[in-house]
């Protein structure tokens, strides 16, 4: 029983941790509310699950000699709770989940005044890429977006299955060789948070993720010509050679990127299946 405080205080002390509880976006925001109500509703039964727990240990110990288990087996409003009380949360979990799904699908754009930002995500050993199209740049293990922007990615992948994931952002996308997926974020506050590959990959899986900056505009604007001025050339010869497997590897920038390399990219699977 002691326990119990010291248990909800780490748990506590834990969740103060957790960056899914600390949204920097929309998306991000009604998952973590979508967690809080799922949370709220498991806590209708736990609690008298483990009160009763509790209540019934410490009534009938083997020292209270006084206590007299004889329990009413027959009671209708005893069954009513039992069964009424569980009913309705499934009714309602399965309500929040056929709503939750489509209004948090991540194929679905974000309705903004503003135009999406296009960036194209390439999963490598052990390494993410991000092409910005409309910019002409590309990146290693550097994601810049603009504050207050909608963030279009289109993700594939140069190796084995791997998972594009932002925690702050929201949603978490597979990246495959040879497809397409996609996903739709949104940061609303300057700063700077972290993606990582959720899905194993190899040795050097601990070691892929990212660090994404959001920025305002015209920090933006400027960021992207700095990229532009200091960046080498990114064109299919340079991407096979940033493709070999490597392990923490450094940012890269590319100031000019070139035209096609994301469908080349998915296409080599593609060509190569067809082959066979």
């Known amino acids: 029983m002691a326990a119990i405080p010291l248990m909800l205080i780490a748990g506590a002390c834990m969740a103060a941790d957790l960056v899914d509880v600390d949204p920097s976006g929309p998306i991000a925001l009604r998952e973590r509310d979508l967690m809080l109500v799922a949370f709220g509703l498991m806590l209708i039964v736990l609690i008298?699950?483990?009160?009763?727990?509790?209540?019934f240990a410490w009534r009938y110990r083997a020292t209270n000699?006084?206590?007299n288990y004889a329990p009413d087996w027959s009671s209708t409003r005893l069954d009513v709770i039992v069964w009424l009380v569980p009913a309705a949360i499934v009714a309602v979990l399965a309500?929040?989940?056929?709503?939750?799904?489509?209004?948090?699908?991540?194929?679905k754009p974000i309705e903004s005044d503003i135009p999406p930002l296009s960036i194209q995500v390439v999963a490598l050993d052990w390494k993410w890429l991000f092409i910005y199209p409309q910019q002409g740049i590309a990146t290693v293990n550097q994601l810049v977006i603009p504050v207050g922007?909608?963030?279009s990615f289109d993700i594939t992948s140069n190796t084995v299955m791997n998972s594009f994931f932002i925690p702050q952002l929201g949603g978490q996308v597979y990246a495959m060789a040879g497809m397409r997926t996609e996903l739709h974020l949104l940061a609303d506050r300057p700063g700077t948070v972290f993606g990582e590959n959720t899905q194993y990959s190899g040795r050097g899986f601990p070691y892929q993720h990212f660090e994404v900056t959001a920025k305002p505009a015209a920090e933006f604007d400027?960021?992207?010509?700095?990229?532009?001025?200091?960046?080498?050339s990114l064109t299919q010869v340079h991407f096979e050679t940033l493709a070999r497997p490597s392990i923490?590897?450094?940012v890269h920038w590319f100031g000019s990127v070139e035209n096609g390399l994301f469908k080349h990219i998915i296409n080599q699977f593609t060509t190569a299946t067809q082959a066979q």
Do not use: C
């Open 48 to 55: 008298p699950v483990f009160t009763m727990t509790a209540w």
């Open 65 to 67: 000699i006084q206590a």
């Open 95 to 107: 309500w929040l989940t056929w709503t939750s799904t489509h209004r948090l699908n991540p194929y």
């Open 149 to 151: 922007r909608p963030v």
């Open 222 to 232: 400027a960021w992207i010509n700095d990229v532009k001025k200091r960046g080498g």
């Open 248 to 250: 923490r590897e450094p």
